[in-house]
Nanobody, 119 residues
Framework: QVQLVESGGGLVQAGGSLRLSCAAS????????MGWFRQAPGKEREFVAA????????NYADSVKGRFTISRDNAKNTVYLQMNSLKPEDTAIYYC????????????WGQGTQVTVSS
């Protein structure tokens, strides 16, 4: 059973930075693309960023492009989300997820970590 455990969330002032981590169980982490998503109160979950299995290709939602950076360390079974220039509208629960090998669907999810940005 795959487990994804996020950490690094917290309360930060607007303009500040946080780095989220997502540790994955299992020995096949490097076979899978990984993504970060977020869900704000009263809103649907939305895509934030994704990275391919080697870490060489990334893509981002327009709302975070230029401010957030996704990366991974396959030796540590961990994916990261560096968040800079945070805005109050970035406040949400952030989830990491593992993408299926065969489709674009994300099939395993972590429990989420809260990020709150004060103005």
């Amino acid at each position: 059973q795959v487990q994804l455990v996020e950490s690094g969330g917290g309360l930060v002032q607007a303009g500040g930075s946080l780095r989220l981590s997502c540790a994955a169980s299992g020995r096949t982490f490097s076979n899978y693309a990984m993504g970060w998503f977020r869900q704000a109160p009263g809103k649907e979950r939305e895509f934030v960023a994704a990275v391919n299995k080697s870490g060489g290709t990334t893509n981002y939602a327009d709302s975070v492009k230029g401010r957030f950076t996704i990366s991974r360390d396959n030796a540590k079974n961990t994916v990261y989300l560096q968040m800079n220039s945070l805005k109050p509208e970035d406040t949400a629960i952030y989830y990491c997820a593992r993408r299926s090998l065969f489709t674009s669907e994300y099939t395993y999810w972590g429990q989420g970590t809260q990020v709150t940005v004060s103005s």
